[in-house]
């Protein structure tokens, strides 16, 4: 048997936590984020991800120090690239023509009322996020949704249950540029 991942939790400050301004976005988008560094003990040509993920959630003073329950019953997990460094990648939401989901202005472009995976969509870019049906899911494609910046700007788009969204997209756009380049 293999000897179990050790674990060590870095005490690592994220300058981003710490900015007025996107605190308040935070909190008016409703999102609370928690970051947390850890290192590990084996080289990284060693590494079984399903092993390391386990091990990652079995250890109990691990846990403990994140205040999580340690009866975890799933985990699910998806690895996420991080092959995009330019906020040039979300140009195509200027290019969407029928509908549009941006107006060259930056105005974020409003769509009947629906509801879709719990969350209200009144605007094209929640469609294009969460609706597959939607005309410009496909702005996308599959593999560009596995990328980092794009998940962490969905979440900032779509936010918590009582957000209080942004009818023009300078604020997302900026708020998931300060937090990628961490």
Same mark, same amino acid.
């Given at each position: 048997?293999?000897?179990?991942?050790?674990?060590?939790?870095?005490?690592?400050?994220?300058?981003?936590?710490?900015?007025?301004?996107?605190?308040?976005?935070?909190?008016?988008?409703?999102?609370?984020?928690?970051? =947390?560094?850890? =290192?590990?003990?084996?080289?990284?040509?060693?590494?079984?991800?399903?092993? $390391?993920?386990?091990?990652?959630?079995?250890?109990?003073?691990?846990? $403990?120090?994140?205040?999580?329950?340690?009866?975890v019953?799933?985990?699910?997990?998806?690895?996420?690239?991080?092959?995009?460094?330019?906020?040039?990648?979300f140009?195509? /939401?200027?290019?969407?023509?029928?509908?549009?989901?941006?107006?060259?202005?930056?105005?974020?472009?409003?769509?009947?009322?629906?509801?879709? =995976?719990?969350?209200?969509?009144?605007?094209? $870019?929640?469609?294009? $996020?969460?609706?597959?049906?939607?005309?410009?899911?496909?702005?996308?494609?599959?593999?560009?949704?596995?990328?980092l910046?794009?998940?962490?700007?969905?979440?900032?788009? /779509?936010?918590?249950?009582?957000?209080?969204?942004?009818?023009?997209?300078?604020?997302?756009?900026?708020?998931?540029?300060?937090?990628?380049?961490?």
């Open positions: 048997m293999t000897e179990p991942f050790v674990f060590n939790k870095i005490d690592k400050q994220f300058a981003f936590l710490k900015n007025r301004e996107i605190l308040e976005k935070l909190q008016k988008w409703n999102l609370e984020l928690k970051f =947390n560094t850890f =290192n590990y003990d084996k080289p990284a040509d060693e590494i079984d991800m399903a092993r $390391l993920i386990q091990n990652f959630f079995e250890d109990e003073k691990l846990l $403990l120090s994140l205040q999580m329950d340690r009866y019953n799933k985990i699910d997990v998806r690895q996420l690239n991080t092959d995009i460094m330019s906020m040039d990648f140009d195509i /939401l200027y290019k969407a023509s029928e509908p549009p989901v941006l107006r060259q202005t930056g105005h974020i472009v409003g769509c009947p009322p629906d509801v879709r =995976n719990g969350v209200a969509v009144e605007d094209e $870019l929640r469609k294009m $996020l969460l609706d597959e049906e939607s005309e410009n899911y496909d702005l996308f494609k599959e593999d560009e949704r596995e990328e910046i794009f998940e962490l700007f969905s979440s900032l788009v /779509l936010g918590g249950p009582l957000c209080q969204y942004e009818d023009e997209i300078d604020q997302y756009f900026e708020t998931t540029k300060t937090i990628y380049k961490v």
